[in-house]
């Protein structure tokens, strides 16, 4: 176990260099950023297993929520500290861009270096699986965090970009009891195309339309649901 720490301006960049050294040298060595005056340790104390595996991000979101309630910290402390959540993505970087075949994938750096910009912010892999399973729990997180660590879905792309909608907890259970499929325990088949009637970026617009008429978000899914259009009939079966 080590303690939790967040990274300083000089930790940051630091990442940032051996992130983007990476791209040209597979083998760089991860420089230790774990000491002054890279990284400070996070107050309150915080024990976090830095050899830790996740099956998926949804396991992730689970570990980090269980980790900061056993330490009485609340989510409003920490949850825009985004040198936090870059030094967590630091530790765990091997997951988050493992070695498959002899080579490493290295994604936009936004997938590491978390962003104090909500624009960014939702991109992060440790930031926002956090973000999403301390707002609605397993049950309705499970469109968004069922992928592996180092994997973004369109649902995080599409809904969890727009934050009036992530934080909503009516319209994130109606999206999943539109596309997630319980019996495969996967999102239903369709739900992200682009083109197939009722789709998830159709839900979008519509919901957006229905916002000049009603007040959405202080209803429930049940009434949400009803208000959309036929086309999505399909999918509420």
């Not at 397993?138 to 369109?154: A, G, I, P, T, W």
């Not at 109606?174 to 239903?188: M, R």
């Amino acid at each position: 176990m080590i303690r939790l720490r967040e990274f300083s301006e000089q930790g940051i960049e630091k990442f940032r260099e051996y992130i983007q050294g990476l791209k040209s040298n597979l083998h760089q060595v991860r420089p230790d950023l774990n000491i002054d005056p890279y990284s400070s340790e996070f107050q309150p104390p915080v024990n976090i297993d830095e050899i830790k595996t996740f099956s998926s991000r949804m396991e992730m979101g689970k570990y980090l929520k269980e980790c900061f309630e056993g330490a009485n910290v609340k989510r409003d402390k920490f949850i825009r500290n985004h040198s936090m959540w870059s030094w967590l993505a630091y530790i765990w970087f091997d997951q988050l861009c493992p070695v498959v075949d002899g080579s490493r994938k290295v994604r936009e750096t936004a997938r590491y270096i978390c962003s104090s910009d909500y624009t960014d912010y939702y991109r992060h892999y440790v930031a926002a699986s956090y973000n999403i399973y301390s707002l609605h729990g397993e049950q309705n997180s499970r469109l968004f965090l069922y992928n592996e660590v180092n994997r973004h879905n369109d649902f995080i792309e599409q809904i969890a970009s727009r934050q009036y909608m992530i934080s909503s907890h009516p319209v994130i259970e109606a999206v999943h009891q539109l596309y997630w499929d319980k019996n495969s325990n996967c999102p239903k088949r369709g739900a992200q195309s682009r083109n197939r009637p009722g789709n998830l970026r159709r839900f979008i617009k519509v919901t957006g339309q229905l916002e000049l008429t009603y007040d959405i978000y202080t209803m429930n899914a049940s009434e949400i649901l009803q208000l959309l259009p036929q086309e999505f009939d399909e999918w509420k079966r």
